[in-house]
Nanobody
Framework: QVQLAESGGGSVQTGDSLRLSCAAS????????VGWFHQNPGKEREFVAA????????NYADSVKGRFTISRDNDKNMVYLQMNSLKPEDTGVYYC????????????????WGQGTQVTVSS
């Protein structure tokens, strides 16, 4: 069992930056890939980025390439999502999730989820 908890959301202006954090705990949590997903009300969760258990591989959605960076610190059991050049369409709830592969981009392919953190980007 892996427990995940997101933090770092907030309200910012277009062009600003935020860093989201995902604290992982539980058995062998560092062995899991961790992904970030984004969801707006009434819409499906969309893949944003993922990082392998070792941190050696990353995967990004086209919409965030060059703006967002995912990283992890396994000594601290933390995964981060640095979000730069934020746009209003980045608004939504951001969830981190643990799964078996950095290349999985479908929410149902992830086994454990956090509660989410709200990001609001105003123009």
């Amino acid at each position: 069992q892996v427990q995940l908890a997101e933090s770092g959301g907030g309200s910012v202006q277009t062009g600003d930056s935020l860093r989201l954090s995902c604290a992982a705990s539980g058995r062998a949590s560092s062995g899991y890939a961790v992904g970030w997903f984004h969801q707006n009300p009434g819409k499906e969760r969309e893949f944003v980025a993922a990082i392998s258990g070792s941190g050696g591989a990353t995967n990004y959605a086209d919409s965030v390439k060059g703006r967002f960076t995912i990283s992890r610190d396994n000594d601290k059991n933390m995964v981060y999502l640095q979000m730069n050049s934020l746009k209003p369409e980045d608004t939504g709830v951001y969830y981190c999730a643990a799964g078996l592969s950095v290349w999985r981009v479908v929410p149902t392919q992830y086994d454990y989820w956090g509660q989410g953190t709200q990001v609001t980007v105003s123009s």
